[in-house]
């Protein structure tokens, strides 16, 4: 199993939650790695095969939604994402102290990202996703290295899963998973099995299977995690949960207040770029049924000197080439990161100050539109090239 596992910090606030559903998540990666911003109109794909990273699998029959999607430059999956009908998904990384036959995660099969993607494409519901990624692993299994240039990084995969009306979370061991509707109206979620006595949902036979493998002796109340969880890995919270408990019981949870925890260095939130895990994108989506749902992703490393670009699900939504690596960089570096690394401590802290006025000018300006396309005042063609138009003004910035 990985040597060190690979933090991960999700946020999630639920229906009730101060009338905001939010996902946010801050990707930790391996140093050097570049992840891009990716968007994937829906269309009916070819019959056949789809090459995910490792492995191929039959592609499914009708159309794929829409996604936004950040993602590690060289796997087909991605780490965290949001799709057209109002799902957004994050996959953190779990060690388990079961890693054979089909629960050793060295096998090249699924990646937790590739389920990510394909879940996003597939689904138009939390719950529909649960079942989708489940049903993956039950047929599939998960598995292979889960860094380009390591191959001893291999995990298992937990998944958070938010719509407008609900959130679900899934952890699992090979094959092997349960799963739970989230509860709590604000919750933060990082390394560890934490799905105990309560499950809604489990992989068929799970109980018995434990027992046959000698994770659990039969008696008291089944626990999900004390069975699985790795005895030298230590759950990954730190104040985060704290963090996000005050801002929902004594603020409002804004955007900007979202943004604020997501570059919080105090608790390791953000990593830069000298840490051996780096912050290396994030994301911070707020849904909506009613109103407007928006996208901020970063496509750099360091939330605290990176800037959130919006983006909105529109008909003909553009996002820009920039944040797409390039396909002759041996680093798969793509222009927006090129930029944005070589810039001095000097340089980066004065166009800093810009963007994030222009950051928050898209806050206030993205607030005042929603109200306006409530009323029917405003139209999404309006935000066409919303992404597209941030990106290339932070890298006319850089250059």
């Known amino acids: 199993m990985t040597k060190a596992i690979i933090p991960t910090d999700i946020f999630v606030v639920l229906p009730g939650g101060n009338g905001q559903v939010v996902f946010a998540k801050n990707s930790h990666r391996p140093r050097n790695e570049v992840q891009e911003i990716i968007y994937a109109k829906g269309n009916k794909r070819d019959s056949g095969s789809l090459k995910c990273t490792y492995i191929e699998i039959p592609e499914f029959d009708g159309p794929t939604n829409s996604v936004i999607l950040s993602k590690p430059a060289w796997m087909w999956g991605a780490e965290m994402g949001s799709n057209d009908k109002n799902v957004c998904i994050g996959n953190i ?39 989708m990624i489940t049903n993956l692993l039950n047929e599939f299994g998960q598995g292979g290295p889960c860094a380009e240039n390591d191959p001893d990084i291999f995990y298992h995969n937990a998944f958070v899963i938010v719509d407008p009306n609900e959130g679900w979370l899934i952890e699992t061991c090979g094959k092997f998973w349960a799963a739970v509707k989230i509860e709590s109206t604000h919750k933060h979620f990082s390394n560890g099995y934490t799905i105990q006595t309560k499950i809604d949902k489990m992989s068929d036979g799970l109980m018995e299977q434990m027992q046959e493998l000698n994770l659990w002796n039969g008696e008291g109340e089944f626990n999900f995690a004390k069975c699985l969880k790795a005895d030298d ?26 943004f604020k925890i997501l570059r919080n260095k105090d608790n390791n939130i953000c990593r830069t770029v000298e840490d051996y ?48 690596s390039v396909a002759n960089d041996r680093n798969r570096h793509h222009l927006l990161y090129n930029l ?47 992404m597209k138009d941030c990106i290339e003004t932070e890298v006319k910035f850089y250059r």
């Not at 849904?287 to 529109?314: I, M, Q, R």
């Open 277 to 324: 895990y780096p912050t290396q994108g994030s994301q911070m989506t707020c849904l909506s049924e009613s109103a407007l749902s928006v996208h901020w992703l970063t496509g750099t490393p360091d939330p605290s000197v990176s800037v959130y670009k919006p983006f909105v699900f529109t008909p003909n939504a553009r996002i820009s080439h920039h944040t797409i």
């Open 93 to 131: 990384a779990l060690r388990s102290r079961y890693n054979e036959d089909d629960a050793d995660s060295s096998v090249k099969r699924l990646l937790g990202m590739d389920l990510v993607r394909i879940a996003l494409e597939r689904c138009s519901s939390a719950e529909g996703c649960v079942d």
């Open 233 to 258: 890995v230590d759950d990954y919270h730190g104040d985060a949960e704290k963090l996000i408990d005050e801002l929902y019981t004594t603020e409002t949870i804004s955007t900007a207040n979202m």
């Open 340 to 386: 944005h690394s070589k810039q001095s401590a000097g340089q980066l802290q004065n166009i800093l100050e810009l963007l994030q006025t222009m950051e928050d000018k898209c806050v206030n300006e993205l607030a005042e539109f929603s109200d306006k396309y409530a009323e029917g005042a405003s139209t999404l063609q309006e935000l066409d090239d919303l």
